[in-house]
């Protein structure tokens, strides 16, 4: 189920020459704005938990998981070179899974590390804020990866409506129609991460059950989806 | 067509067999537009297709459904001041585009890369300097094109407001002065957001890379800058809420219109920046504009040569 060689190409699609440098950019602002509240406001549990959750797991985590998850499948369908991995005797699949392990991993990597870090220097991990909330960015990355490599593989403007969900839906939506959070990602791995910390200053509108099961089903229908897409895929030229 | 193909004649065996043939190309003798014209050209086709026009059906649905999204909110609330007879529009016109940050964001992301990126990555750029367009006009063209279609986007809600102001018998003079302050304070926005986006959209030619750079840029500034100032406010340090509203496009959009248009600010404790920090507002927004233009010739210094 899980090709090395396809997980090769598919980290030097999304790491090679500069791209590192710009999804390194990202989690290197999220410490040094942790290292300046720090400075600034001294070690304050309350201050943590705002910046950790509007900050890492609202912002930052959804867009490295939208470059992440589209960027392992989408650019290679756009200039046509997929054909190549296609005609390969490897199932569909098996490249799908292998490109979300790969994607996961890149997005747990620049997203949870970070905020275990920034954590850290926000408040020493005090009340668990620290790990609850990277718990809640490892969650959060599987279900953003297998969501957006779905998009990736359906549709050629799959970064425009991966972040019309993460910033319209999650964000704008979210805090105004509280019926839309229960349809969210970053809810659902906040109320594992609620239960990680057991404290009052993480918490979520969902229920860890409900949060579990939804997490699980949209990860494994995504990826099997995905996969059945990828089946059927047609070539299209621009526009 | 080879009218004036010379005939034939019977060559010598020996001697110079070459001989080069008039095929009937003719010279063009009509008028030629120019420069000026190749530019107009460039802009006109690159506004259109910022919001689809003249491109296929399925690329129209994303600006031509985020500009309805930008414009209801501005219906809605005209529709609830006619029907109840209030005295003030429930939202300022400079506030407007400050709350639809988000809508605007996803616009520029959407269509800067779709304005610049494409030429880059087909590597069609050449094309248009084969035509008597310089590196200047290129990038002057893309700026307008999208600073005008960012601008058609923020500007129709106000004036949607503005008119429903009108028939709802609000006082003419009150609300003309906040339309035109609005006016100013989004032309600013949308020079300064077509700037960012340009540049950061012409650096990435790859698919999906630049709407993503662009969304991190803007998003994740606004973020960072908020979060900050929450922080600064809970410490009673509102001196450096001010200077740090100066890091993201929004805020500094916010600070400009609070210090000169008379715009109410969303900075934390409501207190916007004194009329002498609004002076560095101004200065590094202009600086970030000019600064954008210069950024944006460079790059194209070198393409297509």
Known sequence: ?239 | MAVEQPLRTPAPTSGDQTRIHNIGYRSYEGPRLGRSYARLSLYSQSLRGSYGLGRSAKSKVLPMLLFVVMCIPAAIMVAVAVATKVKELPVDYTRYAIIMQAVISLYIASQAPQSVSRDLRFKTVPLYFSRPIETADYVRAKFAALTSALFILTATPLLVLYVGALLAELDFADQTKGFAQGLVSVALLSLLFAGIGLVIAAVTPRRGFGIAAVIAVLTISYGAVSTLQAIAHVQDSSQAIAWIGLFSPVTLIDGVQSAFLGASTTFPGGVGPSNGEGVVYVLITLGLIAACYGLLTRRYRKVGL
Do not use: C
Request: glycine share 10%.
């Open chain 1, 1 to 239: 189920m899980y090709d090395p060689t396809v997980a090769r190409l598919t980290y030097r699609a999304l790491l090679g020459r500069r791209r590192a440098l710009i999804l390194g950019a990202l989690p290197l602002l999220l410490i040094a704005i942790s290292v300046a509240v720090r400075v600034l406001a001294g070690a304050d549990d309350q201050t943590a938990a705002d910046v950790l959750g509007g900050l890492a797991l609202a912002t930052m985590v959804p867009i490295i998981g939208v470059i992440a998850g589209t960027g392992a499948m989408g650019p290679e369908i756009d200039d046509g070179s997929v054909v190549y991995l296609l005609s390969k005797p490897i199932k569909r699949p098996t490249i799908i899974y292998t490109k979300l392990i790969v994607a996961i991993a890149v997005t747990m990597v620049f997203s949870a590390v970070p905020t275990l870090i920034a954590g850290f220097v926000l408040n020493g991990n005090g009340q668990q804020i620290a790990v609850a909330y990277t718990v809640a960015a490892l969650v959060a990355s599987i279900a953003y990866a297998a969501l957006f490599l779905l998009l990736g593989t359906v549709s050629r403007h799959a970064v425009v409506f991966g972040l019309v969900y993460a910033l319209v839906w999650e964000a704008l939506f979210g805090s105004l129609v509280p019926g839309a959070r229960t349809l969210s990602i970053q809810q659902w791995s906040l109320a594992v991460a609620q239960k990680v910390s057991g404290g009052d200053l993480v918490t979520s509108d969902v229920g860890l059950t409900t949060a579990t099961i939804l997490l699980v089903v949209v990860t494994v229908l995504a990826t099997w989806y995905a996969g059945q897409k990828l089946r059927t895929l047609t070539l299209a030229g621009e526009e």
